[in-house]
């Protein structure tokens, strides 16, 4: 038996590729309610900021919220957006 490495058609993908600048964040579980407002306040302010990537694509910043499974927002984020989500009490996926 040997072994042969997927087809291009199977590989996997990163992410970015396929959905770009899209992202997920997932609160902690311990995250206060108070945080998570003053935490999408802020990154809906900075969307506002950076509507467009650096290429005109229009980035509408948050498009959903999560409440079910887990908690947190996903969206399409400037990169520089990206970079000012880094509260200890949120993960990026």
Do not use: W
Request: charged share 25%; proline share 8%; with cysteine.
């Amino acid at each position: 038996m040997s072994v042969q490495p997927a087809s291009s058609a199977t590989r996997a993908t990163d992410a970015s590729k396929i959905l770009p600048y899209s992202f997920i964040v997932k609160y902690k579980d311990n995250v206060p309610a108070s945080f998570k407002v003053q935490y999408r306040q802020k990154v809906k302010r900075l969307c506002q900021e950076k509507p467009r990537s650096s290429s005109g694509v229009t980035l509408p910043g948050i498009t959903v919220e999560f409440k079910e499974l887990f908690e947190g927002f996903g969206g399409q984020f400037h990169p520089d957006v990206v970079k000012a989500m880094t509260a200890p009490e949120v993960s990026r996926s």
